[in-house]
């Protein structure tokens, strides 16, 4: 099953799957109808025929939308009824042409039902109207979560790209900068590729407690980053900070780095919290799952966030399981280390044969780089 490189149970944009079985199914129908030996001409027209009825029956139903939205010309399209037509009766082309082909077949096809057109018209308008009433016709919850990550609709996809504009891109073009400061003035202490990074904690179930150390004990506050001030919509001198955590096996430190959670995961957890919202468990989860995807998307060709920022995806174990955030994190930072060093390995530069020679040469091993865990680099 195809899902993200951050965590298994994230899911990949859908696919054309229902494309293709309908194109089955096609198939399956029209094999179903040469066997039943009926004249092709007498299938077409009552095939034409159905058609135009449904077109008749959408037409029908976008002038019913059409009553209402008139209510709201101003607010929502600006004056323009023509907009507001459009937006009930899709293009103002299709839907004439629609008009057209189903008036010509009603009147051109012989009426192989002996009804007449007005008690046809009438049964149309009939069961719209019983559909639009009892809600037949509804958009299935699948359907309608297509419809939102097709057209970007989601509320994470806003959240995603908030959480980058108005903050990660402006932290991580002067992160290496600002470590490098603090380095100068506590000897060093972050060292190593990891401790160089952002790590960004990314719990499915949007618990983001605001002190790590009542998740897990082996996380400890250590200090602060050097502050980052800009001018931000108004707010002069506004301040960004991070902050540096150490963590612990077995009592002694065994890593350090920058660490914090999503905030935007704070507002999912709200949302699901106030009735007002409407927002369900199950709609946050989904939520979480496709602000990660697209956050993953948005650093992926984010030129300030090359090798400055990880994501580090979990799901919270059920009560009673062996899971450790601090092992968990400490396993992302050794990994990052084998990356790096096995980069470096598999790196080596030919030596000069002679003085005549050309400059040095890199050679490339074929030798399989590491595989990530749950999380991206970027």
Known sequence: MPHSSLHPSIPQPRGHRAQKAALVLLSACLVALWGLGEPPDYTLKWLVLHLASQQMGLLIKGICSLAEELRHVHSRYHGSYWRAVRACLCSSMRCGALLLLSCYFYCSLPNMAGLPFTWMLALLGLSQALNILLGLQGLAPAEVSAICEKRNFNVAHGLAWSYYIGYLRLILPGFRARIQIYNQFHNNTLQG????????????????????SVVDPNI??????????????????????????????????????????????????AMSQDGR?????????????????????????????????????????????????????????????????MGSVETSVIPRSSALSQEPELLISGMEKPLPLRSDVF
């Open 193 to 212: 590729a990891g401790s160089h990074r952002l790590h960004i904690l990314f719990p499915l179930d949007c618990g983001v407690p605001d002190d790590l």
């Open 220 to 269: 400890r506050f250590l200090h602060e980053l050097p502050q980052q001030s800009a001018d931000r919509a108004g707010i002069k001198g506004r301040v960004y900070t991070n902050s540096i955590y150490e963590l612990l096996e077995n009592g002694q430190r065994a890593g350090i780095c920058v660490l914090e959670y999503a905030t935007p995961l704070q507002t999912l957890f």
């Open 277 to 341: 919202a409407g927002f369900s468990r199950e709609d946050r989860l989904e939520q979480a799952k496709l602000f990660c995807r697209t956050l993953e998307d948005i650093l992926a060709n984010a030129p300030e966030s090359q090798n400055n920022c990880r994501l580090i995806v979990y799901q919270e174990p059920a009560e009673g399981s062996s899971f450790s955030l601090s092992q968990e994190i400490l396993q992302h930072l050794r990994q990052e280390e084998r990356e790096v060093t």
